[in-house]
């Protein structure tokens, strides 16, 4: 399976989804994942961050409002409308078209999205996210994961049902390593809500 095979159906079923997932209220350890980011950030100094499949903007805006100079992406036109309707500059981009200079971020956040891409594709969109950091810039990624799998969920109300990629804490360092420093990896919740959160750095 290739990310070209299913970034289609992605599209599609985030654009259906777009109203229903802004109205959804963030749990509490993903509020404390994300400020434990921003504190990174900001004890280095980092200003200008890029948001990856950023969603309706939720965490682009608590960036911003935050202090930083924040863009956000999403491959889903109705998510991105929904970040513009939030004052975010947004633009409708993929993983392995991110569209900007290299060394255009301090910092990159992605959330819950790479775990749509293929292992097969998986270390070109790291490959992409690095580039568009600048030397010694943080890259949050986190993912559900803990298994080996490919493929639809059963229990996935999307439609069309999503495509899921997930790895276990080994495979997922392990192509973290290929791209990044690992400044730190943890792991919160456990079985289908095992959450792998990484704390990479592009090297200097």
């Not at 997922?172 to 704390?199: C, M, P, Y």
Request: charged share 30%; with cysteine; net charge negative.
């Amino acid at each position: 399976m290739r990310y070209q095979d299913v970034v289609g159906a992605l599209r599609t079923a985030y654009d259906g989804g777009a109203a229903g997932r802004d109205r959804e209220v963030k749990d509490p350890w993903k509020v404390t994942e994300r400020a434990d980011f921003l504190r990174r950030l900001t004890d280095e100094g980092r200003e200008r961050l890029l948001e990856v499949g950023a969603g309706t903007g939720q965490d682009s805006s608590y960036f911003r409002d935050n202090g930083l100079d924040v863009v956000a992406v999403d491959l889903s036109p109705e998510m991105v409308a929904h970040c513009r309707a939030k004052g975010l500059t947004a633009h409708v981009r993929d993983f392995l078209d991110l569209g900007f200079p290299p060394g255009s971020f301090d910092a990159v956040y992605a959330l819950n999205c790479l775990l749509h891409v293929p292992d097969a594709d998986l270390p070109a969109a790291l490959e992409a996210i690095a580039a568009v950091l600048r030397p010694g810039g943080l890259f949050f990624l986190g993912v559900y994961g803990g298994v080996d799998y490919e493929g639809p969920l059963d229990e996935d109300e999307h439609d069309p049902p999503r495509f899921f990629s997930w790895r276990t804490d080994a495979r997922i360092r392990e192509f973290a390593a290929r791209s990044f420093e690992v400044v730190d990896f943890h792991v919160v919740g456990t079985g289908n809500q095992r959450f792998q959160s990484l704390t990479l750095r592009r090297p200097v």
